[in-house]
Each structure stands twice: as structure tokens, then as C-alpha cells.
């Protein structure tokens, strides 16, 4: 079985968040269960990008709109990802720096989509079954059954990942005119509330779609930034497959950005090893809980709850615990967050993307807080678990599904039900006192991190989902 998985982002050649590391893991996974999966991607200006060997194997043009672009084709040529990697070089569209951001994104996803579909088509070398990943591979479905020009690709099974809903790759109808030639009278199929919506193409049009967890899946029918009523239509092509980890990258026993390594056996003072490291490096005291934040500065985080969780910890809890945060984004958020630089109340703030830190953080903390209002599946609170960090969440999405709190018997983590500040401080409080019944903390650390969060499960349940729609032509 030959599967392409078609994303704009994946580990460790892009990365801005979860769909980055699925993209990155699951196909290595697939392979080693013997099936053939690849992945597709735009070509970035990125290190990985620069210091690796790439083979040409196609080129060739595609007109948009009135502007002709010449795209190559480049294969990874040692296979060091554990699949095959093609990424599409467009220069003057797919040849920048960032995965994200620019005014033109719609013309250069409306390309990225066109010049792959092209080579696939003029090469005969379509798979059996598209995986599209997200609103930025959503027109494929449309186009393989809609466009004279990918004739041969039309008729293969499509399944649809929804990693976020709250992004869609809205464009207006005149960025119609920048898509392969396609049968007009199909237009609605694009269509949402008057705009070009790719998510919403993309749920209409593949023959399947899973969310990232279970959890997500029936709360996209009651907040899905718009798409609420069609993800209800569509409810019977839809599955939740919770995602895994990737434990070649994320392992505490072998990860080498960490000070020391440890396993659940030397967790108290593989720990403490990780934790006076950071400690020192960002000024708090290491003889404090240190519970942490790490993430996208987003409103669906819950990050703008950041700067007045500090202030009120500082009222309540001053001397009683560090809190570090991780992030970037909003700018807003950014700037709420600076007056808590450098006020010597054991809060340390690193704004930027850093991968490396990020997993020192997982290391060295006590509680990881994630208070987000939409989370489809969450890697932190995994990554959190694996590293002996215990998750402080609300109770949402994959949180939801992963996370039970300390009331219950299964529990792993801190629950809360809803974003607020008091809600939010207090379950920091009930953290400070699981963090002083050093028993039971010692207990749930050593167990969290032996929960099996791998890929291995997930791996299946994707493959049997192919099986079942391959089987269906
Ligand atoms: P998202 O909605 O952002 O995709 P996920 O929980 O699915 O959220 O995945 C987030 C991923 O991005 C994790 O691997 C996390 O460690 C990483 N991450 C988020 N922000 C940062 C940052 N500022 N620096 C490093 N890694 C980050």
C-alpha cells in the first residue's frame, strides 16, 4: 500500500507545533508496520533543508493565474527520516524562510497543491490513498476529481487529518482564478459563507476524516470556529485518533539536548540534575516547585490567562514556587507578559521558538500548565508524562482523553474544568500541595512515565482506516 502524506509541516525539516511532529513520526511508523508512506512538502529555506542531499526528480511549470512558475521535485537521497521525503521547490512562492505568515499564502498553498498533483499526474506515480493534513493540503480532494488536468489521480481515496479547525485557509472567490482549471459547476464545494474555505473543501470533499483525539472530534460539532454544522453533516466519515509519541526524539533516557539522561528508576534525581541546570541558567531556585508553560502565544492556549496567573501568583504564592514560561506568538500576549521579566519573583520568561529548551523544560519541571480553551489532541501533556512532568490541564479535547486527575484512581495529572484565573490558581495550589506529599508526587511521576503514549496503537487504527476505504473501490 502507497501512501502520501501531504502537510506543510514535519520534523525535524519544519516545525510550528503538533502537526510538525505527527507528519515527522507517524510516517516512519507506517513503514515499519510495512506499508509505503511518504511525505510531501514545500520546499523551505531551512537548515535541514540546506545541509542535506537532495535528487531531483522532476520539473516542470504550472500557470497561475496570468504568472507561469517553474517547480522542482527533491527527494531526500539517504531516507534518514524513515520514509521518503519530496518536497516542492517553487521559487519565487515555496523557497522562504518561514512555513507560515506571508500575504500570498493562499497562491503559494493554492501551488504547493497544483505543481504536486501535476508531477503526479504526468508521472504516474499517484499512491493508493492521499492523507491531506490540515487546510493546507484541503483542495487536493476537489482537484483529483474536479480537474480535466489530474486525470489519472482522479478516483483515489483521500483520508482528511484535522490537527487545528481553527485554522481553514480562508481566501476570497477571486483567488479562484489562481487554481487549476476545474469544473465550475462544482463551485459550492469550495464554498463557506461566501469565501474559498480548504478545511471545509477538504471535510466535504475526501472520503474520510479523523481528528487527533476522540475528545475533538464531537466537540468540532459545537465550536469549530464555523464549521460547526458541517462537521455535524459529515459526522459519519469521521474518526478520532489520538496521537502518539515519537520516541526516537522524545525519550529522557537517550534525549540528547538534556543535562542527564534518566529513566523512571533515577527519575528523583535524574530530575533534580535537569532541574538545577535550568535553574541556574534562567536565576530561580531550584529548592521551589517549577511548574512551566510552553507554547504557542494563542488565544486557543489559553496564553493571554498567562500575565494575570503571574500577577495573582505573586499575591498568593510569592516564594512558594518558579514558574517559566516558553512561547511565542500573539504579540499582545507577548508584551502582557514583559513587565514579569526580570521582578525577581522566581518567574522566568524565554520568548521564541527553541526546540532544544523546550525538551530541558519537559526535563527539569515539576507541573507543566496548559490551560487551553481548544486543544485536539495536545503533545505537551505526553512529552510532559514521558519526562516525569506532571500535567496541570483543563479538562478539554485530547486533555481530556489523556489527563485524569488525582481525585480518580487512574489519575495522572491535574484537571480543571474551565479557563479562569481562579480556576487556574487553584489547581496551581492543589499542585504545590501534591508537590509537598512527596510520596505520592514521587509515585505519580515514576508511573506517568511509564504510560505507553508510542505510536504503536495509533499506527494500526490509521492503517486499518486505509485498508477500509482502499477496500471500498
Ligand atoms: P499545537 O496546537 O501548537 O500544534 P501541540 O501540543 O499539538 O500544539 O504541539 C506543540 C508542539 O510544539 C510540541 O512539540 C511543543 O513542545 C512545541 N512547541 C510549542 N511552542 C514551542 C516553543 N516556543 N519552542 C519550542 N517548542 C515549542
Redesign the pocket.
Known amino acids: 500500500m502507497k501512501v502520501y502524506h501531504i502537510s506543510a509541516e514535519c520534523y525535524p525539516v519544519a516545525?510550528t507545533?503538533?502537526?510538525g511532529?505527527v507528519v515527522g513520526a507517524l510516517p516512519k511508523y507506517q513503514n515499519q508496520a510495512g506499508i509505503q508512506a511518504s511525505v510531501i512538502m514545500p520546499w523551505y529555506d531551512k537548515p535541514f533543508v540546506q545541509n542535506h542531499s537532495w535528487v531531483r526528480v522532476y520539473e516542470s511549470e504550472i500557470r497561475q493565474g496570468s504568472q507561469f512558475f517553474n517547480y522542482t521535485i527533491l527527494k531526500e537521497e539517504t531516507g534518514v527520516l524513515g520514509f521518503d521525503l519530496y518536497l516542492v521547490r517553487i521559487p519565487g512562492l515555496l523557497d522562504r524562510a518561514e512555513v507560515y505568515g506571508y500575504a500570498d499564502e493562499a497562491d503559494q498553498f493554492i501551488a504547493f497543491q497544483h505543481a504536486m498533483l501535476a508531477w503526479l499526474n504526468a508521472t504516474g506515480l499517484g499512491p493508493d490513498l492521499f492523507h491531506c493534513h490540515d487546510h493546507h493540503s484541503g483542495l487536493i480532494p476537489f482537484f483529483i476529481e474536479n480537474c480535466a488536468d489530474f486525470a489519472t489521480l482522479k478516483g483515489t481515496p483521500t483520508l482528511a487529518t484535522v490537527?487545528?479547525g481553527q485554522y481553514q485557509g480562508w481566501m476570497g472567490w477571486h483567488k479562484a482564478v489562481l487554481m487549476p482549471a476545474f469544473d465550475s459547476s462544482r463551485w459550492g464545494l469550495l464554498d463557506w459563507d461566501g469565501l474559498i474555505n480548504p478545511l471545509a473543501a477538504l471535510i466535504k470533499c475526501c472520503w474520510a476524516y479523523n481528528t487527533v483525539s476522540r475528545g475533538y472530534l464531537e466537540e468540532l460539532f459545537s465550536e469549530a470556529n464555523g464549521l460547526e454544522s458541517l462537521f455535524v453533516a459529515e459526522q459519519n466519515k469521521g474518526f478520532g485518533i489520538i496521537n502518539g509519541i515519537d520516541d526516537d526524539t522524545w525519550d529522557p533516557a537517550s534525549d540528547a539536548y538534556l543535562v542527564t539522561n534518566f529513566t523512571s528508576a533515577k527519575v528523583l534525581t535524574g530530575k533534580r540534575a535537569n532541574k538545577l541546570s535550568l535553574c541556574s541558567e534562567y536565576g530561580l531556585d531550584a529548592s521551589l516547585p517549577l511548574i512551566s508553560f510552553?507554547?504557542?502565544f494563542a488565544f486557543e492556549?489559553g496564553a493571554d490567562m498567562l500575565a494575570p496567573v503571574l500577577e495573582e501568583l505573586k499575591a498568593s504564592y510569592s516564594g512558594r514556587l518558579n514558574f517559566l514560561i516558553?512561547?511565542?506568538g500573539d504579540s499582545k500576549i507577548q508584551e502582557s507578559l514583559q513587565p514579569f521579566i526580570d521582578q525577581g519573583n522566581n518567574f522566568a520568561i524565554e520568548f521564541?521558538?527553541?526546540?532544544q529548551?523546550?525538551h530541558q523544560i519537559y526535563a527539569a519541571s515539576d507541573f507543566l500548565l496548559m490551560p487551553s480553551r481548544v486543544e485536539?489532541?495536545?503533545?505537551?501533556q505526553l512529552?510532559a508524562m514521558k519526562y516525569g512532568t506532571i500535567p496541570v490541564v483543563r479538562n478539554i479535547g485530547g486533555l481530556k482523553d489523556t489527563v485524569t486527575d488525582i481525585v480518580e484512581q487512574k489519575s495522572n495529572g491535574i484537571v480543571f474544568q474551565s479557563v479562569s484565573v481562579d480556576n487556574i490558581v487553584s489547581a496551581i495550589g492543589r499542585a504545590l500541595s501534591l508537590y509537598e506529599d512527596a510520596k505520592l508526587f514521587g509515585r505519580i511521576r515514576k508511573k506517568i512515565m511509564k504510560l505507553d503514549h508510542s505510536w504503536n496503537k495509533s499506527t494500526k487504527q490509521y492503517i486499518q482506516l486505509y485498508e477500509n476505504l482502499i477496500n471500498r473501490l
Not at 521564541?352 to 526546540?355: D, F, K, L, M, S
Not at 485536539?376 to 505537551?380: D, I
Open positions: 516545525k507545533g503538533g502537526l511532529d490537527h487545528n510552553i507554547g504557542r492556549k516558553l512561547g511565542s521564541g521558538y527553541n526546540e529548551l523546550s485536539p489532541c495536545g503533545l505537551n512529552y
